[in-house]
């Protein structure tokens, strides 16, 4: 393997020239005493779990300088037959442990044979937690050197760190499942490793082993001893980045804006790269041609040609994504431009980054740069690893420091050898390490007031990284909080594609909204804190011998008063908005109050206006003071001020907020208070959201796009574009600027996918008949299928009462059935339901969409109540004051969206099949129930009496499974 294709892409190049001569370096470098009685060890187990599985080999070296002078091997016989997939993986049989010694007497023998010297292992943590589970474990070692996270400090640009990775390109032993063959090659990469450290910056050896000194932490050693190698060096991590920025040079994009016309490739060489042979089959040898693929792909050359906008719901399985990527990629590539890709889910942005692109880049002559721009919190903040490795701050988690001190050394090695690049590939241990001691936000980055910005930062880097890109892949967040922020987020990009189009109206509200938070504020005063403790606190200690110290001080102190003040006034505002909240109708444990006509006309809300004025005065008066003391700092010693000025806008942000709310008097927004009733104190919040999001992307977006592509599964009501494209602008910009396509889904929805509607379930309103009914629906349903149901609940109060009915029926049954209970992982119940076959899962608005099981692990969705929003919801009440026929217009056409999307979770793929089961009688009771059933993907329904669908089922079940 090269070294140019064993590390990641953008490596510079003064870095791959190094990594290429490590292996011949490590066969003559030579490191002392740091080499000298070094163990080097590999387990195997019957499992990864601590708790459930046993040791089985036991393997170890000890090492000499390069010499190997000594071995340890034995099988351990474990209590337990080792499984058949582990003797596959490792050929380690029942016959070769069953005369081993006993895991004490095997641990026994390693500890005399290690004799409390350094253990080196490749994830240590597994074969320290196995050795250590065994009595007298713990007296093999106290000192565990992980390898697998050196080697993320000493080689950060590496694709992989995985041991055999490791070992095949840099020559070493090859690694075959077996502890004493991934010894051997560990003992190679171990020098490989200390050559490559020394390669690091000068001085940055020094900086690791100073910081925080009292936290042990095993590296210590190592990054002292390296440090002695060169004596006196002072670290410099803005040199080190201006260094790597020096190696890193792109060339430069048009925009597009400075194009009469784009150069694109003619409708039959589209159409080429679609036939079999063509470059899509080049990239995926079993692709099979699709009459939908291509005429999305002409539909988006044709709009790239043009520059108008398109709206394109193309059902599951078109394969949306190519149609989209060969034409964009030739539109980058033919004119020089950046071009965008943005989507709602990290899997699909992880399938283009990590799949599609890279297949894409390989085939086109020339290739296709590409990068994934994120938001600010994915990037490491310079300034705050700066100080975190000075120990200028403390280090704050509840588990062990040394994995935070772990985290600055792998972030500074990647950020010494990266002209960019973010963190969610470093291997750190989020739950061991605060994310936000590493990260900033877009409101907290100091800018100006910070070293390293704008060229030296990770953060903006990322942006300047992206404007050298042909195709730059974000997600729906971030591109409209560019739009906020007036485009100071991602370069100037021309032509987007909007995948999973279908929620961009709710994430733009949700992005734009404004919003004033009890517990955010309580953060931001503790932040500021006062004479003893926090940002304030801190400044005056800067400042106290400083010349000028008078000025500094006195202003210091008028800011401290202010923001004492302005605490306990907010306090006072959200009193008074818990008492506002008991107002609110509904909501099981959220109130959401509209702060409309009736409550700004209320007597309640003129008892809060004193509260709220004065706390508006209050924030405005700490916002002066704090802003005071910033300005007069900065100009002579702008870092001292550096948090303190990112409080300071925050601050004045929350003023503004408030002041906004309280006034009420701009249109564009809706306003409402949320109060978390389950707490006597704390969640409390105002809003205010724009109502008309199609309005504000029509002035403030669209204008400065040429081309947006909008494509999603889900966009139609009974075959109608009419609601999204209001709900995106499409229709403030005039007819000939945009069209829409429809394009049929390659899977057979007919054949696959029967619906079935339960008209004679009881009102709602009558809740005991009700839940009894929606009951008996559920049990048949779930023994029916014998599992592998999805129930999608529209609120937590039904779901909660129907779980308590009904999983006590189906462990009696022999089948599982969860519930997304209150502060549950969605992540930990998808993997259980996908997991296990056959169980099933209660779950609210988190599945409804975007939760992918093919196969057997789901073959039933059952939707008991049609998902309106509510009548007391904030936007439903100021549209419906606004707008005669708002819930036609907007309520309802949401809803038939959101089932559409609860559908689409049935067929994933060509050989899946299943049922849905809708259980809201409006279905038929209504005129509107046509709307529903029109806009499903299969054209025919059947109506059925609620005590025979669990019948139907069994028959259903059997049929399919005949077929199969």
Not at 408 to 424: E, F, K, R, T
Not at 703 to 725: D, G, L, R, W
Request: proline letters at 4%; a negative charge; glycine letters at 6%.
């Amino acid at each position: 393997m090269l070294i140019e294709d064993a590390v990641s892409s953008g490596t510079p190049q003064f870095v791959i020239d190094s990594y290429a001569t490590l292996a011949e370096r490590a066969k003559t470098q030579a490191f002392g005493l740091i080499e000298e009685d070094v163990i080097v060890l590999d387990t195997e187990t019957t499992g990864l779990s601590v708790q459930d599985n046993e040791l089985i080999e036991i393997s170890a070296a000890r090492l000499s300088g390069r010499e190997v002078i000594d071995r340890f091997d034995t099988f351990v016989h474990p209590r337990q037959l080792i499984p058949a997939e582990i003797t596959e993986l490792t050929s380690i049989t029942n016959v070769d442990v069953a005369d081993a010694p006993s895991a004490v007497e095997a641990v026994a023998a390693l500890a005399d044979f290690v004799g409390g010297c350094p253990v080196i292992a490749h994830n240590a943590t597994f074969d320290r937690s196995f050795i250590e589970s065994v009595k007298g474990g713990v007296n093999v070692s106290d000192i565990w050197i992980d390898s697998l996270a050196l080697s993320r400090i000493a080689l950060p640009r590496l694709a992989s760190h995985k041991l055999s990775f490791m070992a095949d390109l840099f020559g070493c032993d090859s690694v075959s499942h077996r502890a004493n063959a991934d010894v051997d090659a560990l003992c190679g990469v171990w020098r490989v490793l200390l050559v490559a450290l020394t390669d690091l910056p000068q001085g940055l050896m020094a900086r690791l082993a100073d910081m925080h000194p009292d936290v042990p932490w095993s590296y210590r050693p190592i990054f002292s001893f390296l440090a002695r190698q060169n004596p006196g060096s002072i670290f410099s991590l803005s040199a080190a980045r201006a260094d790597v920025l020096k190696a890193d040079r792109a060339d430069d994009r048009v925009d597009a804006d400075e194009l009469p016309v784009l150069k694109m490739p003619s409708r039959e060489e589209i159409e080429a790269d679609y036939a079999p042979g063509g470059l899509v089959n080049r990239m995926y040898p079993t692709y099979e041609p699709r009459d939908e693929q291509i005429a999305m792909a002409l539909e988006v050359r044709d709009a790239l040609v043009t520059g108008t906008h398109r709206v394109i719901e193309a059902g599951t399985g078109v394969g949306k994504s190519m149609a989209y990527l060969v034409p964009f990629a030739e539109a980058a590539r033919r004119n020089n431009i950046t071009v965008g890709i943005a989507t709602k889910s990290n899997n699909l942005a992880d399938q283009l980054m990590y799949h599609e692109l890279p297949k894409l880049a390989e085939q086109l002559d020339g290739g296709l740069s590409f990068c994934a721009l994120k938001g600010y919190d994915h990037y490491p903040c310079l300034r705050k690893l700066e100080r975190m490795s000075r120990g200028q701050v403390e280090i704050t988690t509840k588990r062990d420091p040394a994995d935070t001190l772990t985290a600055v050394a792998v972030i500074m090695a990647y950020v010494c050898q990266s002209a960019d690049g973010d963190l969610d590939s470093l291997g750190i241990r989020w739950r061991s390490v605060n994310r936000p001691d590493f990260t900033t936000a877009s409101r907290e980055c100091a800018r100006r007031l910070c070293p390293f910005f704008p060229d030296k930062c990770l953060v903006h880097g990322a942006r300047r990284r992206a404007a050298h890109a042909d195709v730059v892949v974000t997600n729906h967040s971030l591109l409209f909080r560019n739009v906020a922020a007036e485009g100071r987020i991602l370069p100037p990009i021309r032509h987007w594609v909007i995948d999973e189009a279908h929620s961009i109206e709710r994430e733009a509200r949700r992005q734009w909204a404004r919003v004033v938070s009890a517990d955010e504020s309580r953060v931001l005063f503790e932040r500021l804190g006062g004479s003893s403790t926090g940002a304030l606190s801190q400044v005056s200690r800067d400042l106290a011998t400083s010349e000028g110290s008078t000025l500094y001080l006195g202003l210091t102190a008028k800011a401290t008063s202010t923001v004492a003040r302005a605490s306990m006034a907010i306090a006072g505002v959200f009193d008074g908005v818990r008492e506002l909240g008991r107002r609110a109708r509904g909501g099981y444990d959220n109130a959401n109050l509209w702060i409309g006509p009736e409550l700004r006309e209320s007597d309640d809300w003129h008892d809060f206006l004193q509260s709220a004025y004065t706390g508006i005065d209050a924030l405005e008066q700490a916002d002066k003071s704090v802003d005071a003391l910033v300005q007069a700092v900065a100009a002579d010693k702008p870092e001292v001020v550096v948090d303190l000025g990112d409080i300071s806008r925050r601050l004045h942000e929350l003023a503004e907020n408030l002041k906004l709310i309280i006034d009420g008097t701009d249109e564009h927004y809706v306003y409402s208070l949320q109060v978390n009733r389950r707490l006597r104190a704390g969640g409390e919040s105002m809003t205010a959201e724009r109502i008309d999001i199609g309005e504000a992307l029509a002035t403030e977006w669209l204008p400065e796009v040429h081309t947006a592509i909008f494509a999603s599964a889900t966009m139609t009501v009974s075959k109608s574009f009419e609601h999204f494209n209001h709900a995106v602008g499409l229709d403030r910009i005039g007819a000939s600027t945009s069209s829409s396509l429809h394009l049929d889904s390659s899977y057979d929805f007919d054949s696959n996918m029967a619906v079935v509607v339960a008209g004679d379930i009881p009102d709602p309103r009558d809740r005991e008949s009700y839940l009894t009914a929606l009951e008996r629906v559920l049990v048949d349903a779930h023994l029916a299928m014998g599992g592998s149901v999805l129930t999608l609940f529209t609120n937590r109060r039904d779901m909660e009462d129907l779980y308590a009915r009904v999983e006590p029926k189906m462990a009696r049954a022999g089948l599982e059935l969860n519930c997304q209970q209150r502060n549950s992982s969605p992540r930990r119940l998808r993997d259980r339901f996908i997991n296990e076959p056959t169980s099933s899962l209660f779950a609210l608005k988190a599945f409804w969409e975007g939760f992918d099981a093919s196969g057997e692990t789901l073959r039933c969705v059952i939707i008991p109540k049609l998902p309106f929003s509510s009548p007391t919801d904030p936007l439903s009440c100021e549209r419906n004051l606004r707008e005669d026929r708002a819930w036609a217009r907007y309520s309802l056409p949401e809803a038939v969206l959101e089932v559409k999307q609860a559908a689409g979770r049935l067929i994933r793929s060509s050989t899946d099949s299943g049922v849905l089961i809708l259980a809201d009688p409006r279905l038929v009771t209504k005129g509107y129930g046509k709307k529903f059933l029109t806009s499903l993907p299969t054209s025919s329904y059947q109506r059925i009496e609620s005590a025979q669908i669990g019948h139907y089922l069994q028959l259903w079940r059997a049929r399919h499974e005949r077929r199969r």
